[in-house]
């Protein structure tokens, strides 16, 4: 019985960086509201999340299946 899933390396990293930050940093201090109408994180927060994000996916791909 064959019980492997496939799950997108990338988008999962993504999310789980997202909700640490998001978890544990006031909402106020990680976004950067622009004047055309964008969020984006502020400076500090993108190195926090891409941080988070290389953390996450190394995780993530050294816990896969080889085929």
Known sequence: MNNNITINNVELASELAHLE????????TIFVHEDNGDTRYTDEMQETFNDLYDMYLDIIESTQINK
């Open 21 to 28: 930050i998001t978890r544990y940093f006031n909402t106020s």
